[in-house]
């Protein structure tokens, strides 16, 4: 589009963006809070820590910490990496009305672990056994 005074005019852009304000400080910081409580309740049911998840996403574990917070936000290529280490949607992850929350992970649980929880659930059989034969005796 060309007007009398020049060069290509953008009247017709410049009338859409003047519709849209700015966004202020105040949206910034409680989309940064909102943001940084929807990835650590993402990190908590995928059982995965700062470390494991920046692994996952090729950052440092300081950024992620700082996503969190809420002190910075994620490159946006890193997004989609997020969301696929976290098993969320990119909607669950901003906030979006209606995405629906993320399903809890279950983590692996290694030999050590499942032999201690083994004991444990023999002794309390044990003590069980002994409360029940107590009991019984009375």
């Given at each position: 589009?060309?007007?009398?005074?020049?060069?290509?005019?953008?009247?017709?852009?410049?009338?859409?963006?003047?519709?849209?304000?700015?966004?202020?400080?105040?949206?910034?910081?409680?989309?940064?809070h909102g943001f940084g409580?929807?990835?650590?309740?993402?990190?908590?049911?995928?059982?995965?820590?700062?470390?494991?998840?920046?692994?996952?996403?090729?950052?440092?574990?300081?950024?992620?910490?700082?996503?969190?917070?809420?002190?910075?936000?994620?490159?946006?290529?890193?997004?989609?990496?997020?969301?696929?280490?976290?098993?969320?949607?990119?909607d669950w992850l901003f906030?979006?009305?209606?995405?629906?929350?993320?399903?809890?992970?279950?983590?692996?649980?290694?030999?050590?672990?499942?032999?201690?929880?083994?004991?444990?659930?023999?002794?309390?059989?044990?003590?069980?056994l002994a409360l029940a034969?107590?009991?019984?005796?009375?």
């Open positions: 589009m060309r007007d009398d005074n020049g060069p290509a005019s953008l009247s017709g852009q410049a009338k859409k963006t003047d519709a849209l304000a700015p966004v202020t400080m105040a949206e910034r910081r409680a989309f940064r409580e929807r990835l650590r309740d993402a990190m908590s049911r995928a059982n995965l820590n700062q470390r494991e998840l920046s692994d996952r996403v090729g950052v440092t574990a300081s950024a992620v910490n700082r996503w969190i917070l809420g002190h910075t936000d994620p490159d946006l290529p890193l997004l989609p990496r997020v969301a696929v280490a976290l098993k969320v949607s990119l906030g979006m009305p209606g995405a629906p929350p993320p399903e809890r992970q279950v983590r692996p649980i290694d030999a050590r672990e499942l032999l201690k929880v083994a004991r444990i659930l023999e002794e309390a059989e044990n003590e069980l034969k107590k009991i019984e005796q009375e």
